[in-house]
């Protein structure tokens, strides 16, 4: 029995071996998963397209500069002819050749169309920039979302070396009670609480550990690599501590897309102005007819001819039926305006947001620290009165939850400056 106890103990060793054998720890820096990004997420990928797709819709527009050109050709069979006087009376039947053609071909070139044309191809092109920018704030988007898992990471690989750190220091004390029970100067109830800590310790650790894979997981996802590498995060840089200028409110991704769909309301306003105004083109032709049936009897012969010449089209109902047209374009134009205007508070407002907090970061990180400096001369005094019988195991439990959760604030408080230095950028659309 116990050889099979052996062999089963072996095969599940061999197992996690091989399966921990397949992951591969690599150091990532946050420019580098951008990169990655770049080339691999598959939400950048479908931006990509709709702008290949925008730049297809500016070289459609630019067809109508061409020429249109027009062929047909018809085959045909004719019945004979009856011809009759005009009160319908002394019909006869005149014969018509059977086979019949008909071929014509047409060349025009419109020369004035009111604008027409040149604003649809302004438009195209105006849909063409709104597409690059809405695939750089797609861009934006997923950096951003890469951005605060990797410092979500970067702040959990901290916690775990705190935690570590916390069970380390709480297996020495753990050790020293019992040499003290030994002694008969501890009490057994105490090393109970002190195991209860430990054991609360390696469990928040289990939890830190199950969130670095979950995170790990949704990192390579949207960086396009596998799921068998773990995502090391570099040792952060200490926390910025050169304040940037502010932004521009200006140059913001979301004010350039309402400055393009405003342009785009007044080009559309164009284009109805110019359904007033007629349409001039020039054509050409060349037709082929046969049988020439306009001759009694019917000629069995090709009948060719040529034309050039101007022509003008103007559609009168355009008088009377553009006027709501243009008003309706006309408040569209007043509303992409307007929502230009809101798009500049917005981002205003929250740009100044977004910095206001990014400097209170920093505070927040200076009083952290000191709360760090506190906590541990704290443990240290509890911790030193203990041991020489002048505090109890409550205060010793209570210096080090509080040395722990200054820690682990603190760590918090740095990563936190360089999320609203992300931040920032990202909402200035210069992540």
Same mark, same amino acid.
Request: hydrophobic share 40%; with cysteine; glycine share 4%.
């Given at each position: 029995?116990?050889?099979?106890?052996?062999?089963? &103990?072996?095969?599940?060793?061999?197992?996690?071996?091989?399966?921990?054998?397949?992951? +591969?720890?690599?150091?990532?820096?946050?420019?580098?998963?951008?990169?990655?990004?770049?080339?691999?997420?598959?939400?950048?990928?479908?931006?990509?397209?709709?702008?290949? +797709?925008?730049?297809?819709?500016?070289?459609?527009?630019?067809?109508?500069?061409?020429?249109?050109?027009?062929?047909?050709?018809?085959?045909?069979?004719? %019945?004979? %002819?009856?011809?009759?006087? #005009?009160?319908?009376?002394?019909?006869?039947?005149?014969?018509?050749?059977?086979? $019949?053609?008909?071929?014509?071909?047409?060349?025009?070139?419109?020369?004035? &169309?009111?604008?027409?044309?040149?604003?649809?191809?302004?438009?195209?092109?105006?849909? @063409?920039?709104?597409?690059?920018?809405?695939?750089?704030?797609? #861009?934006?988007?997923?950096?951003?979302?890469?951005?605060?898992?990797?410092?979500?990471?970067?702040?959990?690989?901290?916690?775990?070396?705190?935690?570590?750190?916390?069970?380390?220091?709480?297996?020495?004390?753990?050790?020293?009670?019992?040499?003290?029970?030994?002694?008969?100067?501890?009490?057994?109830?105490?090393?109970?609480?002190?195991?209860?800590?430990?054991?609360?310790?390696?469990?928040?650790?289990?939890?830190?550990?199950?969130?670095?894979?979950?995170?790990?997981?949704?990192?390579?996802?949207?960086?396009?690599?596998?799921?068998?590498?773990?995502?090391?995060?570099?040792?952060?840089?200490?926390?910025? #501590?050169?304040?940037?200028?502010?932004?521009?409110?200006?140059?913001?991704?979301?004010?350039?897309?309402?400055?393009?769909?405003?342009?785009?309301?007044?080009?559309?306003?164009?284009?109805?102005?110019?359904?007033?105004?007629?349409?001039?083109?020039?054509?050409?032709?060349?037709?082929?007819?046969?049988?020439?049936?306009?001759?009694?009897?019917?000629?069995? =012969?090709?009948?060719?001819?040529?034309?050039?010449?101007? %022509?003008? =089209?103007?559609?009168? %109902?355009?008088?009377?039926?553009?006027?709501?047209?243009?008003?309706?374009? @006309?408040?569209?134009?007043?509303?992409? $305006?307007?929502?230009?205007?809101?798009?500049?508070?917005?981002?205003?407002?929250?740009?100044?947001?977004?910095?206001?907090?990014?400097?209170?970061?920093?505070?927040?990180?200076?009083?952290? +620290?000191?709360?760090?400096?506190?906590?541990?001369?704290?443990?240290?005094?509890?911790?030193?009165?203990?041991?020489?019988?002048?505090?109890?195991?409550?205060?010793?439990?209570?210096?080090?939850?509080?040395?722990?959760?200054?820690?682990?604030?603190?760590?918090?408080?740095?990563?936190?400056?360089?999320?609203?230095?992300?931040?920032?950028?990202?909402?200035?659309?210069?992540?």
């Amino acid at each position: 029995m116990s050889k099979f106890y052996f062999l089963i &103990a072996s095969f599940i060793t061999l197992c996690l071996s091989s399966l921990y054998a397949q992951t +591969e720890n690599r150091a990532f820096s946050i420019n580098e998963l951008f990169r990655l990004a770049d080339e691999n997420n598959r939400s950048i990928r479908a931006y990509t397209t709709a702008i290949s +797709e925008a730049e297809a819709g500016i070289k459609t527009a630019k067809n109508a500069y061409l020429p249109s050109i027009d062929a047909s050709l018809s085959l045909i069979y004719n %019945g004979n %002819g009856t011809i009759t006087d #005009r009160n319908f009376s002394h019909s006869f039947v005149t014969p018509i050749p059977h086979f $019949g053609n008909n071929f014509a071909m047409e060349v025009s070139q419109v020369i004035f &169309a009111g604008g027409a044309i040149r604003n649809g191809v302004k438009i195209a092109e105006l849909q @063409q920039q709104i597409a690059n920018l809405n695939a750089e704030r797609n #861009r934006q988007e997923v950096r951003f979302l890469i951005a605060g898992n990797y410092l979500e990471l970067c702040k959990l690989q901290n916690q775990l070396q705190v935690f570590e750190s916390n069970i380390t220091q709480t297996q020495k004390v753990l050790e020293n009670m019992r040499v003290r029970l030994k002694e008969g100067i501890a009490l057994q109830n105490d090393i109970t609480r002190y195991e209860l800590q430990l054991q609360n310790l390696n469990y928040n650790k289990i939890q830190l550990q199950n969130a670095m894979t979950l995170l790990n997981n949704q990192l390579t996802t949207a960086v396009g690599l596998t799921s068998d590498i773990i995502i090391v995060p570099e040792t952060m840089v200490e926390a910025l #501590r050169a304040t940037p200028l502010q932004p521009a409110a200006t140059n913001t991704l979301s004010v350039q897309m309402a400055e393009k769909s405003e342009k785009i309301a007044k080009h559309a306003e164009k284009i109805t102005y110019a359904e007033r105004l007629p349409q001039i083109a020039l054509f050409a032709g060349d037709y082929l007819n046969g049988p020439v049936t306009i001759e009694i009897p019917a000629l069995n =012969k090709n009948f060719n001819y040529w034309a050039v010449g101007v %022509g003008i =089209k103007y559609n009168l %109902g355009n008088l009377y039926k553009s006027g709501v047209k243009i008003r309706a374009n @006309q408040l569209a134009v007043k509303r992409a $305006g307007e929502e230009k205007i809101v798009a500049e508070e917005q981002i205003a407002l929250a740009l100044e947001e977004a910095f206001v907090h990014y400097k209170e970061a920093f505070t927040l990180l200076e009083t952290k +620290e000191k709360s760090v400096e506190l906590a541990s001369q704290n443990y240290n005094v509890i911790a030193y009165r203990y041991d020489n019988d002048l505090a109890l195991i409550t205060d010793l439990l209570d210096a080090a939850s509080q040395k722990l959760d200054a820690e682990l604030q603190a760590i918090n408080a740095k990563i936190n400056i360089i999320y609203n230095y992300y931040k920032l950028k990202y909402i200035s659309g210069t992540l």
